[in-house]
């Protein structure tokens, strides 16, 4: 019996590949591809199914495109690199999914001051933000029970001991993460606002010393918790990705700007943002209003220092934050002022 055309095809390929197993699959689509050929070349010829012929090839033409697409995707690791930076992406919506209730700290990026509206109660920018009228109510001035505490630090007695186990001293930073046995106890400045009950008194001497001065200086962000200030980290890594850096420099740039969490002052109580009535932003250019100034001359003299000052980035590795002060007592607090050294060198040089 004479075979067919397309029986002998089918047995010259199996025979091949049987011979040479590496042959297998070329076989198989050399012989796909001939009889498709053949097929279509016949019923063209013979005007019939001349549409579905049409068909075929399309969709042959199609198959081989996304075929090839994968071999060279897969050759050239395009896939592979795509599935890991979805991950990553992935990765990140999650951990961050939860974040937009609240309101964290990339302040940085408000650029039309103009458009600033004081609002006590929610500032700016949509941050609590508090003057000593806020907290007092208006036409009060505060009065420390501790009058032996009142008016700026006494001489400091040359015969003062520092003490590394003292709570005021503790060194917070990104070697130094906060001790897992640290304690303290909270206390309330007004409504929400809360720091480490001991250091309100001196706080809210500086605030009415301001006030008496004319100034009327703002406190916010006291104390925050982990989850918030892990909320305000993530936030600005998503922040810089979104400027196109990797996750990588991302993380990088974010930790020179806002600390890592679980190494924040912010979460232990003794650190505050303080602007004022007028002035908001969390941005360098503070440092230039009367109220930035004062606080840089006498911040010392109630027990806050400026933790992050111009020209110790390389020590603190945090750029210069005129807004940020950190409480530790108005012993050591005159001497780092002038000395002019931060808590990183106050505690290479005192204890
Ligand atoms: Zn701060």
Not at 234 to 261: E, F, W
Request: hydrophobic share 35%; with cysteine.
């Amino acid at each position: 019996m004479k075979k067919t055309f397309r029986e002998k095809m089918i047995v010259k390929f199996t025979q091949l590949a049987k011979k040479n197993e590496l042959l297998r699959y070329p076989c198989l689509t050399a012989l796909s591809v001939i009889l498709g050929g053949y097929h279509i070349c016949r019923h063209f010829v013979t005007n019939t199914k001349r549409y579905a012929s049409v068909a075929f090839v399309i969709i042959f033409f199609m198959n081989s495109c996304s075929f090839s697409f994968a071999v060279f995707a897969e050759r050239t690791g395009f896939i592979k690199a795509q599935e890991t930076y979805s991950a990553i992406v992935e990765d990140i919506d999650i951990s961050l999914a939860v974040e937009t209730e609240i309101d964290p700290e990339p302040r940085i990026e408000i650029e039309d001051e103009t458009d600033l509206e004081y609002n006590p109660k929610s500032g700016a920018t949509g941050v609590d933000v508090y003057t000593l009228d806020d907290i007092l109510g208006s036409d009060e001035s505060y009065q420390s029970e501790n009058t032996q505490e009142e008016g700026i630090s006494e001489e400091l007695a040359e015969d003062y001991v520092f003490v590394s186990t003292d709570w005021r001293l503790v060194l917070i930073n990104k070697q130094h993460p906060i001790p897992e046995d640290y304690e303290f106890k909270l206390g309330k400045i007004k409504d929400g606002l809360l720091c480490d009950e001991r250091i309100i008194d001196d706080l809210l001497l500086m605030m009415q010393a301001a006030k008496n001065d004319g100034l009327n200086i703002a406190i916010q962000s006291p104390y925050r918790t982990s989850d918030r200030q892990e909320s305000n980290f993530n936030k600005r890594i998503k922040l810089y990705m979104g400027q196109g850096m990797s996750y990588m420099d991302a993380y990088k740039k974010a930790s020179q700007v806002i600390t890592v969490p679980g190494c924040s002052e912010h979460e232990i109580g003794l650190a505050l943002d303080i602007t004022s009535d007028t002035f908001q932003p969390l941005i360098q250019e503070f440092a230039d209003t009367e109220e930035g100034k004062w606080l840089a001359e006498h911040s010392y003299e109630y027990g806050f220092i400026l933790r992050y000052p111009s020209g110790k980035e390389y020590i603190t590795s945090i750029e210069y934050e005129p807004w940020h002060f950190r409480y530790v007592g108005r012993e050591a607090a005159k001497v780092m002022y002038e000395e002019g050294i931060c808590l990183e060198e106050f505690w290479d040089k005192y204890l």
